[in-house]
């Protein structure tokens, strides 16, 4: 059950998370880009390049996460195999106090 809790909020984090500092990223790397063209217009179009080659790579990673965030998904239980699974999780826990108050007896 732990592990379903933990694979939750990876997936539910992990994507949220990603977006943030890859926008992060991008906004400082087309600042710098902006500066540096400011700075000297002839290397304009080098400076420019090297920075949408940069923005597609932190892109992608965005990209990756949302393709993890999909297959994660995925490996979540839903509907009838979740309720089963909190039913025998709470069974289990209350056979397990029983057993405890029992011992204490």
């Known amino acids: ?22 926008s992060r990223a991008q906004g400082s790397a087309t ?13 304009a179009a080098k400076i420019q390049t090297a920075m949408i080659i940069g923005l597609a790579l932190i892109e992608s990673l965005v ?3 949302l393709l993890m965030f999909f297959i994660l998904q995925s490996k979540l ?10 039913d025998a999780d709470a069974g289990a826990r209350i056979e397990q106090v029983q057993q405890n108050n029992n011992q204490d007896q």
């Open 77 to 86: 239980p839903v509907g009838p195999d979740l309720k089963d699974m909190i």
């Open 63 to 65: 990209i990756y996460a």
């Open 1 to 22: 059950m732990i592990y379903l809790a933990v694979l939750a909020f990876g997936v539910t984090l992990g994507l949220p998370i990603a977006v943030i500092f890859a």
């Open 31 to 43: 600042s710098t880009a902006l500066e540096g063209i400011a700075r000297q217009p002839e290397s």
